[in-house]
């Protein structure tokens, strides 16, 4: 069965130390993962996906298949990226429904200055 | 480019009546999928859909269905609500063809069942 997790539903960080937010997945088949983010008062947006291998406001994450993780990292995090993340999985199996997202729980940053 | 919209924002109800939600998709999207989010999770997949059909439906009950229409705008009805159906529901729209995964989001319809 499909399903992720996120195991920190909060996390704290000053401005300018590193953070990392953990997701870990199980899926069957070969699936594509994503970070969603949600800032206050705002809609839910795609941050990245990880066959994009890009950084977006300087966060980056890189798909571990063999511990099925996929953390979302930032070397020196501001205080503008406070959010809720959403760690996401998307299947291409037989079966799947192209661009269902199954969620984590989602983790709450906060950035102290 | 417009982007998702729903309404209305918030909707009290009581148990056992019916509630339709209803979403606008993005300009060019022909996909739209229904997420509930309950407070302290994530979005649960409800269903999809594409050129006015469901293609395809996660773990919800017959009495969650929906429906899409020419223009690609879509609705959202529960019957019998039930109070565990009090949440943050959510429209999210694509393009099939031009990249399914990328799903824009709109704000959501917070309902309340008393």
């Known amino acids: 069965a499909q399903r992720v997790t996120q195991p920190e539903k909060l996390l704290s960080v000053f401005k300018g130390a590193p953070v990392e937010l953990k997701c870990n997945y199980s899926?069957?088949?070969?699936?594509?993962l994503f970070w969603y983010v949600q800032y206050s008062r705002q809609r839910l947006q795609l941050l990245l996906r990880?066959?994009s291998r890009e950084s977006i406001k300087g966060f980056t994450a890189d798909l571990n298949k063999g511990e099925t993780s996929f953390h979302l990292k930032k070397p020196f995090a501001q205080e503008e990226d406070s959010a809720m993340y959403y760690c996401?999985?998307?299947?291409?199996?037989?079966?799947?429904?192209?661009?269902?997202?199954?969620f984590g729980r989602g983790t709450q940053l906060t950035v102290w200055p | 480019e417009t982007g998702v919209t729903q309404s209305p924002t918030h909707l009290i109800k009581t148990r056992g009546q019916q509630v339709t939600l209803r979403c606008s998709s993005q300009?060019?999207?022909?996909?739209v999928s229904w997420y509930q989010q309950a407070l302290g999770q994530g979005p649960q997949f409800i269903f999809q859909?594409?050129?006015?059909?469901?293609?395809g439906r996660g773990n919800f009950p017959p009495r969650f269905s929906g429906l899409q229409f020419p223009n690609y705008s879509s609705e959202l009805n529960v019957n019998a609500l039930e109070l565990d159906d009090s949440a943050l529901y959510l429209c999210?729209?694509?393009?099939?063809?031009?990249?399914?995964?990328?799903?824009?989001f709109g704000p959501g319809t917070r309902l309340t069942v008393t």
């Open positions: 996401a999985l998307s299947g291409h199996g037989r079966g799947s429904t192209l661009g269902r997202l199954y």
């Open positions: 300009s060019g999207h022909n996909t």
């Open positions: 899926y069957s088949g070969s699936p594509e």
């Open positions: 999210a729209s694509s393009s099939l063809a031009g990249g399914p995964y990328e799903q824009y």
């Open positions: 859909y594409y050129r006015e059909e469901e293609n």
């Open positions: 990880h066959i």
